[in-house]
């Protein structure tokens, strides 16, 4: 039964042919067994047994996900259940409400059976930085399964569930399915609500979804879209059901930039036997130039560090979370600002820390002109590099990542080293787009190499239009 | 000493904006409701939560810039203000900062009979923050007023003495309560008022050191810690002693400001946009439609009273100081169609007893207005003489009765039926020969004692002028 889509499960759930409960039942005991190895969830949520029985207990009888299993990275908000982002700061926080985006799904018939591992906050490209523990690579257990969202990531390719749910900031969604040989979407900014979805970097963060075909990403997706006036930031636009047999010819770029980035040479070799394959299509490609591309990094890490330090500011011990009085000598606090000290060094991680300082630092009177307002201007660039490059063709493809999964803790101790991993996943995010990543092949140790789509604002359905005739591509291989 | 120095003074006036919810929030504004009564997930400043900008609020803003003249941007901004503080859920306050909704601007008000004008910088929109109340040893915090929509109005800092600035600032406020977008209540914080303040030595082009004045709760004290500033900074500068920029707070009960936090001290904000919000965009037909609703201003209706009612400044002045009481005027005035006798009856008898009296706002007065034309009627027809109205208005006022009933009540009326009182002025005449020829051979002081038997003879209410006026004719 883990082996069902989306839509056996759903089929079978609607016709009976099993119960609700019975897929809950399998779906839960095997994150039970298989969770060990890995990490990747951090709670497993089995009162939605009671949910699933619901379902065979007709009191919905109709939704795109009926009875599907789907699991949840812990930065949204899910009433009754603790929601944490990974961070001790909100350890033991019972969420009062549910995301407008869970809310929906949950509305299709979807059971939330676990919430998975991540970055603390969203804030890294391994897993490493999780106040639960590392999360490691399911295929190979002394590598990281990538980040922020690598706990979705790693429980879709452990099939722990047909669908999981991530967020994108700068590639938390696309680097990890890379990573674990599974497919991810990015959809446009503000084309799915952020209410209820804890806030790392307001102007980027976008909810996505994760599974082992486009189109099941794609149905999870869909019905994750909608129009929420909770959120200004959210678009109302039009998601037309992408149609998954379209033989549509197509115009594809690739980004010199992104193929001179020093890439691991079986990711080259394979990216340049896909555009073989697509030339014999008789699809056109093209080369197109995203001149700004070397100053993605920088401009990400001070826009968003910027955003974050600010957002983080409400953990504050005052109101829910961790609120620590007690100094190491026994004494309780008595100021106001000793208070905060103590509770935000407890509560935030290493990583976290370092992004609020940066954050503040860029912000600071005398330096927001030079680094935060300079990291915006040439932002507006970047988008309108994509806009140009857009002129010439339909979508993007390219790598995800110059590498392969890395080891556990190869990374850590340089910061840099481990931004610079988010080269080819910050740009689409910079620019707003819709962007994705599906399974292209394997290195020579046998590792998940991901191939990523990028397409014009709002061009969400046919970007997975796109992504399912190139997905056939790749299986007739 | 102080005619060598130039002040400058620059208020910033926060006022509450009147709307059924919050600005970026759908909990109610109502004040005074139990603790933490008002908050939704958005003001507790929950994991995951997202503003969302109120369209009344803004509404309100633009039509409290409209009535201070401001112009209104068509394109402006929220930014964040970042600093920790208890009551400020967020860690940040959504304000405007370098694009507010409105710029320029001015207030116009009689300054010991002068008009003067206070031109203004700008005003924005902002979210208040929630109340801390400290106990010793632990604080409560209450979130009902976290979220109110507040409209900060900046002056530029080109008021000249203490006395103009609580002049401007008063005025700010009637403006507001005029346009019923704040009820501006200084004790119940719903009006705020901070003040920059600096001297220089006359002649000098740059303002000298600044330092704000927070917190002061009535136009009184504003006036009056000004006035103790200027006299501490004017006294710094003649001892050479150096004005330090910072925040002071004024003790009432010493008459002195004391220091709050230097400059050194003070919070670096780090501003920027809202990542959460988008800019905010409006359209030239709200905004002209907003800018049509608004009622007339007091300056405005205070002039037109000069003009149309011929009154003179001071009696517009008090006439129009409150919405309220200038409606009741030009109400009462309708019926009575004597602007000089509603005028004179509402700045002496009517204010004194509102004044005596326990309420706070003219539209609770316990005098129907109809009842108070009918009143300055009985004046005018001669029913009762001034002193009867005074008694009449006065049983009005706490009993809620109308005059014709106490009159009735009591008895009183005044006799001006000019036949009814020549007929007893003849008898009376008639009665004392004697007096009469003694007057008329010159001992005039005997005129009152005839005044005198005719009201007896009446029990009073004989019309004091009908009386002097058939006398002198029958006396001749």
């Not at chain 1, 609607?14 to 897929?23: L, R």
């Not at chain 2, 208040?128 to 530029?156: C, M, Q």
């Amino acid at each position: 039964m883990i082996d069902l889509s989306v839509e056996q499960i759903k089929e079978g759930v609607e016709k009976k042919e099993f119960s609700a409960e019975e897929v809950c039942k399998t779906f839960l005991d095997h994150c039970q067994k298989e969770n060990p190895k890995t990490n990747a969830l951090v709670r497993i949520n089995e009162q939605s047994i009671q949910r699933a029985r619901r379902i065979d207990e007709g009191k919905l009888t109709k939704g795109s996900l009926l009875g599907v299993p789907v699991i949840v990275k812990d930065n949204f908000c899910i009433k009754g259940l603790e929601t944490t982002a990974c961070s001790k700061i909100l350890r033991n926080f019972v969420s009062p409400y549910t995301a407008f985006c869970i809310d929906r799904l949950e509305q299709e018939g979807a059971i939330i059976v676990a919430q998975s591992n991540m970055d603390e906050f969203a804030m890294g490209s391994s897993n490493e930085n999780s106040a639960y523990g590392l999360c490691k690579n399911p295929i190979d257990h002394t590598r990281v399964p990538g980040g922020s969202s690598g706990g979705s990531a790693a429980a879709v390719a452990q099939k722990m569930a047909p669908l999981a749910i991530g967020s994108d900031t700068g590639g938390s969604i696309r680097q990890p399915a890379s990573f674990c040989g599974v497919t991810g979407i990015k959809p446009t900014y503000g084309a799915i609500s952020r209410f209820g979805m804890i806030a790392f970097a307001s102007s980027l963060d976008q909810a996505g979804t994760m599974a082992r075909t486009v189109k099941e990403a794609s149905i999870g997706l869909q019905a994750m879209i909608g129009k929420d006036p909770q959120d200004a930031t959210n678009v109302s636009f039009s998601f037309e059901t992408p149609d998954f047999q379209s033989n549509k010819k197509y115009r594809v770029g690739i980004i010199k930039e992104y193929f001179d980035s020093g890439l691991q040479k079986e990711t080259s070799d394979q990216l340049n036997q896909l555009i073989k394959k697509i030339e014999e299509k008789g699809w056109e490609v093209v080369e197109v130039k995203i001149p700004h591309t070397e100053y993605a990094i920088p401009v990400y890490y001070l826009v968003a560090a910027s955003e974050a330090s600010s957002n983080l500011s409400r953990y504050d011990g005052v109101r829910y979370g961790l609120r620590d009085i007690q100094r190491e000598d026994g004494q309780n606090v008595n100021e106001l600002s000793e208070f905060y000290k103590l509770t935000r060094t407890r509560g935030f991680g290493e990583e976290v820390k370092r992004r609020i300082l940066l954050g503040t630092f860029s912000l600071s009177a005398g330096y927001y002109d030079q680094y935060y307002i300079k990291a915006c201007q040439v932002r507006r660039l970047i988008a309108q590099d994509f806009q140009e490059a857009f002129k010439k063709c339909d979508h993007i493809i390219g790598p995800v990542t110059t590498h392969t999964a890395f080891k556990i803790n190869e990374k850590c101790k340089d910061p840099i080293e481990m931004y610079k991993n988010d080269l080819l996943t910050v740009p689409s995010s910079l620019a707003g787009l819709p962007c994705m990543s599906l399974p292209l092949g394997h290195d020579d140790s046998n590792l998940p190499i991901g191939l990523q789509i990028i397409s014009p604002a709002f061009e969400d359905s046919k970007m997975i239009e796109f992504a399912a005739s190139v997905e056939k591509l790749l299986e007739d291989q | 000493m102080n005619g060598n120095y130039e002040v400058n003074i620059g208020l910033e006036i926060h006022a509450q904006l009147t709307t059924q919810s919050k600005c970026f929030s759908s909990a109610s504004t109502e004040f005074g409701k139990g603790h933490n009564n008002h908050v939704t997930l958005v003001c507790a400043g929950l994991p995951g939560t997202l503003p969302v900008l109120n369209d009344e609020a803004v509404n309100v803003a633009i039509k409290t810039a409209k009535a201070l003249n401001c112009e209104i941007q068509e394109d402006s901004l929220f930014s964040r203000k970042q600093y920790f503080y208890p009551d400020m859920p967020k860690g940040y306050q959504i304000t405007q900062y370098d694009r507010p909704i409105a710029k320029g601007g001015f207030v116009d008000f009689y300054l010991e009979g002068e008009k003067v004008r206070v031109p203004l910088e700008r005003a924005h929109m902002e979210e208040d923050a929630g109340k801390s109340t400290h106990f010793g040893e632990y604080s409560l915090i209450n979130l009902n007023r976290a979220g109110t929509p507040l409209l900060e109005i900046v002056s530029k800092p080109e008021i000249t003495s203490a006395s103009m600035a609580a002049a401007y600032a008063r005025t700010v406020r009637q403006i507001l309560r005029y346009a019923e977008v704040c009820d501006g209540n200084l004790e119940e914080g719903s009006l705020r008022c901070d003040c920059n303040v600096s001297v220089r030595p006359k002649g000098d082009e740059t303002l000298g050191t600044k330092v704000e004045l927070k917190n002061i709760n009535s136009f009184r004290f504003i006036e009056k810690a000004i006035e103790y500033e200027i006299q501490r900074q004017i006294q710094c500068k003649e001892t050479g002693e150096k004005i330090v920029q910072e925040t002071r707070l004024y003790d009432s009960v010493k008459n002195k400001t004391f220091s709050m936090r230097k400059k050194e001290e003070a919070n670096d904000y780090r501003y920027f946009p809202e990542p959460d919000l988008m800019a905010l965009r409006l359209d030239e037909s709200r905004i002209e439609n907003l800018t049509k609703s608004l009622p007339e201003g007091p300056t405005e209706k205070m002039e037109r009273f000069q003009k149309e009612f011929g009154l003179n400044l001071d009696e517009s002045i008090l006439l129009t100081s409150e919405k309220e009481m200038a409606e009741i005027f030009e109400d009462v005035n309708t019926k009575v169609s004597d602007p000089k006798l509603v005028s004179n009856w509402m700045a002496s008898e009517l204010l004194r007893l509102f004044n005596e009296g326990d309420i706070e706002n003219w539209k609770d007065m316990p005098v129907e207005r109809g009842d108070f034309a009918d009143l300055l009627s009985m004046i005018q027809s001669k029913e009762l003489s001034g002193k009867m109205a005074k008694e009449v208005l006065e049983e009005m006022w706490n009993s809620g009765k109308k005059p014709k009933e106490i009159v009735a009540d009591r008895g009183l009326s005044l006799i001006s039926d000019e036949s009814e009182i020549e007929a007893q002025i003849d008898t009376i005449i008639g009665q004392n020969k004697e007096k009469v020829e003694e007057y008329k051979s010159g001992k005039e002081k005997l005129f009152g004692f005839f005044v005198g038997q005719v009201m007896k003879a009446t029990k009073g209410q004989a019309s004091p002028q009908v009386v002097n006026k058939i006398l002198k004719d029958k006396l001749k």
